[in-house]
C-alpha cells in the first residue's frame, strides 16, 4: 500500500513537474518578454490546472488507485513534497538564490496564485477519486 502510494505520488509529480517545466520555458523565453512576469505566470496557471487534472486522473487510473481519501490525499502530498523539494534545492541553485530571496521577489498576485495551485495540486488526487469513485 504505502509502495503504490509512492509511486502513484512520484508518477503524478513527473508527469506534472515535466510539463511545468517545458511550459516555464517557453513562458521565460516568449510569454515573459512580451506581457511581463505577472502576465506570463497567471496566463500559466490555467493550463497547469488542466495538467494537474489529467495527469491525477491518468495516474489514479493507470495504477487502479481506489478512492480512498488517506490514499489519495497521501499521493497528492508525496507529489507536493516532491515539488518542494526541487523547487528549493534544484530550481533555487540554478536560479542562484535563497529561499529567503526567492519569496520576497515573488509577484503578490502571481504569487498567491502559485499557492493555491500548489494546494489544488496537493488535492487533486482526491477530487478526481471522487468523480471517479462515483
Known amino acids: 500500500m504505502t ?3 509512492l509511486k502513484a505520488g512520484a ?5 506534472v513537474f515535466g510539463a511545468g517545466f517545458a511550459l516555464g520555458t517557453i513562458r521565460m523565453l516568449w510569454i515573459v518578454p512580451s506581457f511581463g512576469t505577472r502576465k506570463a505566470e ?3 496557471a490555467p493550463i497547469m490546472f488542466v495538467i494537474t487534472l489529467l495527469a491525477s486522473r491518468w495516474v489514479a487510473r493507470r495504477l487502479a488507485m481506489p478512492p480512498s481519501l488517506p490514499r489519495r490525499l497521501a499521493v497528492g502530498l508525496v507529489a507536493l513534497g516532491l515539488v518542494l523539494l526541487v523547487e528549493f534545492t534544484v530550481v533555487l541553485r540554478l536560479r542562484g538564490v535563497t529561499i529567503g530571496e526567492y519569496l520576497a521577489s515573488r509577484d503578490p498576485v502571481a504569487g498567491t496564485v502559485y499557492i ?3 494546494s ?3 488535492i487533486m488526487p482526491l477530487l478526481v477519486a471522487r468523480r471517479i469513485g462515483s
Do not use: T
Open 11 to 15: 508518477l503524478y509529480f513527473a508527469l
Open 120 to 122: 489544488v495540486f496537493a
Open 3 to 5: 509502495r503504490q502510494i
Open 42 to 44: 497567471l496566463m500559466e
Open 116 to 118: 493555491v495551485m500548489l
